[in-house]
């Protein structure tokens, strides 16, 4: 072999283990006992017919006429050919096959037509009656006309059609397998509806179990009469409409279980979905009582905060204020201390100066009150003197009266009343003297109260200028301490004290005042009193001027007042002087108080110094505390500021909750509606829905009894079908038992058969040459067309274009495949030689020509093929993969690969993996296995699909490239 030539691409190796099955051709007699039996069984289908053959069978004539008759009424029979295939007569046996057959039986069929009967389709199609009225024929005919011998080809077309009514023998036996199985999963499902049903029409037990006995009854009738087989048909047609009936109605149910189940669940969904709305409005409620809450917690901490703040600001401001206050109040204090100071020393000297003038006052008007006194001592010796004198006077009146009395009786009245009247002059002048005295005595009386009220005034300037001085000090004292209330309690105290004192010292002076304005007034009623009495005086004495008569008497009673008078002036002068004692010892106490009040501002000064010191230790404090006031308001400034900026963020901040809350709460609502009036609209739904699924229910109850009847004799029905299917299963069965022993027996005969086939393999050639001419490709040009003259029986004309006088040259092969000859024509013409394979025969094909002449595209197919550009390996592959599962009941294959490569005059192993090539040579193939490769890997495979992976993964350990004719080249080189 040339490295040029590709086996593997042109050729691959199907080596099967086949069956040793006995290749020997022997006597057909057993063949057609067996075919005889098999027509004996499916003769009795066909009738009285059967007697019929064997009647005429000695007639070889009448027998062949009478088969092709019976053949054509086979196949043309309505009742037998299968409505949905076509005919075989059709197709196999022509109007003019027939009438050949009229004339010559099978025997005389050329062996073309039966070649092409065996090749077509027309056996796959035919109903099985025609083929075993075929074999039958066949059969008949060999009885007939040989003994039992049949030619090669009726031996090959009998083997053909024998070979297809196994096929569909087996295929029927699983097809009633299948019915079987699928009966008994029907009927068990309809048992399940049945329990079903049963549980749903509840409490009919009784009813059913009394049906059941109906229709147990009923059903034994198709047992005991096979006439009413018919009617059974019927019946059971019938009931399988119930049935079928049924099962949409139980659909419907349960379509209408599951609509309840969906309002269930809708009505579920709707509770839960309010459920979650009453939960949300709760929570949205909670959230806004909880914002509302702590909307008004913030509020009330933000105001509470502004408040204390406020309030913080303020007493700060106020601490400021009363610092600064305190500072002022300081510095006038220390202003004031000063002031205070000039004042104590200047109400010192003025007190000074008012004692020494006081004393003065007081020794000059103790000494006036003791000339008063001494005068008022005088006047009293006067009045006394008076008295006396008024009553030597009232001696005389009373003598003068007696002398009278005795004047009268003796005459000397005129002396005597010359006496008087002396006596009475002496008295005016006495009494004018008195007085004048008095007049005058009331005259000093005057000055002296007037120098007394001078004194008074003096004093009481002084009181006033003091009380002022005490006043300004006071309230100097009171202003500082109320400025400094905290600092100078005690000062103020102190002050309160002297304020009280000043209070009393008022009092004492209002007091002296008082009692000054009562002496003063005394006087003036004294005076007052003076004045009526002089004036009564000198009534008196115009009276007694007047009167003379009455002169004495007048006198008594002038006398007489005027003692009155002299004793309650006297008296009123103890009272003067009484009171002068009590103005002394007021004095007196006056002056003691001053004393003390003396003692008081010395101990005040103390308390001054002392209050200086702590007037610098309080600045020294005030400017530390003004220094931290600062610190301290600058930083509550700041602080203040962080809080409002605080407070402004945690209010924006809140609003735009309260808002983004609102919006919540707004939607939410809004959303509750929509669901309510969904919910509300659904529900309305649903319960017009469920009154109608209620009234569908009632329907369906009753409808479910019906059912429930109808399951119970479509069940019994189907019991009874299941027998019957059971018995034609046994009947099957034994058939089946017949014809695979006819099966058995026909093994051997197809064993024959093929060793036949083999033969007429062999006959054809074992070696045989096919050409396939491929189309021009695109690009190449047409008119070099070398092709002259393709024959049918494979004849082949080539003339050169460029030598045309030349002439043609003639090849012959088996056959040649023109251009317009596609992959399955191609594959049909080797499909039997590759079955043989099947019969343990070795098969070689391989494709020989240049690079580009289309091997690969024979063998293989074009790039990406479909199923119907496949090359021979895919479809031989596909071919031997269905044959091998259609007989896997009957045989079992093994199907092995290997793939080699010759390249470079080496023998390469393309399923050997990846590693190193190991050497491997060509055996003989007289091996016992007859693997003429041992080394190579052999793989085994059950599918086309693994066939094709493992030639893939071949592929691609070839060695080959791209040729300068073929880009797609698959020649081993590089
Ligand atoms: N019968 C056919 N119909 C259509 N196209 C074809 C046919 N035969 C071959 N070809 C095309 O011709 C080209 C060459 O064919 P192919 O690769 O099969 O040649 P080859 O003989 O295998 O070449 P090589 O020996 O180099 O591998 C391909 O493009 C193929 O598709």
Redesign the pocket.
């Known amino acids: 072999m040339s490295a040029g030539s ?1 086996l593997p ?1 042109s050729g691959w190796a199907c080596l099967p283990s086949a069956p040793s099955t006995s290749r020997g051709l022997g006597q057909m007699t057993a063949v057609v006992t067996c075919i005889l039996a098999l027509k004996d069984r499916f003769g009795s289908r066909i009738g009285e017919e059967r007697n019929v053959t064997f009647l005429t069978r000695s007639d070889s004539e009448g027998s062949r006429k009478y088969m092709v008759a019976k053949l054509q009424r086979v196949l043309t029979s309505p009742i037998m050919s299968e409505p949905s295939t076509p005919s075989l007569g059709a197709d196999l046996y022509s109007p003019s096959g027939v009438l050949q057959m009229k004339q010559g039986g099978f025997a005389d069929l050329p062996g073309c037509k039966i070649s092409d009967l065996m090749k077509s389709s027309s056996l796959d199609n035919a109903p099985t009656q025609s083929l075993l009225g075929v074999v039958n024929s066949i059969v008949d005919e060999s009885i007939d006309r040989k003994n039992g011998q049949i030619p090669y080809r009726i031996a090959c077309l009998l083997r053909k059609v024998i070979v297809e009514i196994e096929r569909r023998m087996s295929s029927q036996a699983g097809h009633i397998r299948n019915q079987n199985n699928l009966i008994k999963a029907r009927e068990e499902k309809y048992q399940s509806r049945i329990r079903v049903l049963e549980a749903l029409a509840g409490g009919q037990s009784g009813q059913t179990h009394m049906e059941k006995d109906k229709l147990k009854d009923k059903g034994q009738l198709p047992e005991e009469d096979m006439a009413m087989s018919m009617k059974c048909q019927e019946e059971v047609a019938r009931l399988m409409k119930e049935k079928e009936d049924m099962v949409t109605l139980l659909k419907e149910k349960e379509d209408m279980v599951r609509l309840l189940k969906e309002k269930e669940d809708m009505v579920r969904l709707l509770k839960e979905k309010d459920d979650i709305v009453d939960l949300k409005k709760g929570k949205v409620e909670e959230t806004q009582q909880i914002v509302d809450e702590e909307k008004y917690r913030l509020l009330k901490e933000k105001d509470d905060t502004i408040v204390t703040l406020k309030k913080e600001k303020q007493e700060m401001v106020r601490s400021l204020k009363e610092k600064e206050d305190m500072v002022s109040l300081l510095m006038a204090k220390e202003d004031m201390v000063d002031l205070k100071k000039v004042m104590v020393e200047e109400r010192q000297r003025i007190i000074d100066e008012g004692n020494d003038r006081l004393l003065k006052e007081k020794d000059d008007t103790i000494f006036r009150f003791t000339k008063e006194k001494e005068e008022m001592v005088r006047l009293l010796k006067e009045k006394e003197d008076i008295i006396r004198l008024m009553k030597e006077n009232d001696d005389v009146v009373r003598s003068i009266q007696k002398e009278d009395m005795v004047n009268s009786e003796n005459g000397s009245i005129k002396d005597k009343k010359q006496t008087t009247d002396d006596g009475n002059d002496r008295l005016i002048s006495e009494k004018n003297t008195i007085v004048v005295r008095l007049t005058e005595e009331k005259e000093e009386m005057i000055r002296l109260l007037k120098e007394k009220e001078d004194t008074i005034r003096l004093m009481k300037e002084k009181e006033d200028n003091k009380a002022d001085l005490k006043k300004g000090t006071v309230r100097n004292i009171k202003q500082s301490t109320d400025e400094d209330t905290d600092t100078s309690t005690k000062e103020k105290s102190d002050i309160i004290r002297l304020m009280k004192e000043n209070e009393d010292y008022n009092n004492t002076i209002m007091k002296l005042k008082l009692d000054l304005e009562a002496l003063k007034s005394l006087h003036e009623e004294n005076c007052e009193l003076l004045e009526s009495k002089k004036e009564d005086i000198i009534k008196l004495l115009a009276d007694k001027e007047d009167n003379a008569s009455m002169i004495l008497q007048l006198k008594q009673d002038s006398l007489t007042k005027e003692n009155e008078d002299i004793l309650r002036l006297m008296k009123e002068k103890e009272d003067g002087n009484s009171i002068i004692a009590k103005v002394k010892l007021e004095m007196e106490a006056l002056r003691s108080s001053y004393e003390e009040a003396c003692k008081l501002l010395e101990s005040k000064e103390g308390d001054v110094v002392r209050l200086l010191a702590d007037k610098e230790d309080n600045a020294s404090v005030i400017l530390q505390l003004r220094q931290e006031l600062e610190a301290t308001k600058r930083l509550h400034e700041t602080h203040s500021q962080q809080l409002e900026t605080r407070a402004s963020q945690v209010k924006e901040e809140l609003e735009h909750r309260i808002k983004e809350v609102e919006l919540m709460l707004e939607d939410s609502i809004k959303r509750k509606r929509e669901l309510e009036e969904v919910s509300k609209s659904r529900i309305q739904f649903w319960e017009q829905k469920g009154i109608v699924v209620n009234q569908f229910v009632g329907l369906q109850v009753q409808n479910v009894q019906d059912l429930r009847l109808c399951s119970v004799s479509v069940r019994h029905e189907i019991l009874n079908c299941q027998k019957r299917w059971l018995e034609e299963l046994a009947g099957l069965g034994e058939n089946l038992k017949a014809v695979t022993n006819a099966a058995e027996k026909y093994h051997a005969a197809l064993e024959e058969n093929r060793k036949l086939f083999n033969e007429i393999q062999e006959l054809k050639g074992n070696i045989r040459v096919y050409c ?1 001419i ?2 021009f ?1 695109p690009g190449e040009d047409e008119g070099s067309n070398s092709v002259e003259y393709i024959g049918d029986n494979g004849e082949l004309v080539l003339t050169n274009p460029t030598k045309q006088k030349e002439g043609g040259k003639n090849f012959t092969f088996n056959k040649v495949f023109g ?1 317009t ?1 596609t992959q399955d024509m191609v594959f049909k013409d080797i499909q039997p030689l590759i079955r043989s394979v099947l019969d343990g025969y070795n098969v070689c094909i391989f ?1 020989y ?10 063998m293989m197919g ?1 790039e990406k093929a479909t199923e119907k550009e496949w090359g021979v390996n895919y479809r031989a592959l596909n071919d031997l993969f269905n044959i091998s599962h259609a007989r896997r009941d009957m045989i079992t294959y093994e199907l092995t690969v290997q793939m080699i490569e010759i390249y470079n005059e080496q023998i390469r192993d393309l399923l050997g993996g990846g590693g190193a090539q190991k050497k491997i040579g060509i055996q003989n193939t007289m091996q016992p296995n007859g693997i003429a490769v041992p080394d190579a890997t052999i793989c085994p495979v059950n599918s086309t699909s693994q066939v094709i992976d493992l030639m893939q993964t071949g592929h691609g350990n070839r060695a080959m490239s791209a ?1 300068a ?2 880009e ?4 081993s080189h590089r």
């Open positions: 590709a691409s396939r491929r189309p490709q251009p000859t494709a020509g240049q690079t580009g002449s289309g091997k690969t595209y024979t074009p040729t004719l073929n797609r080249s698959s020649r």
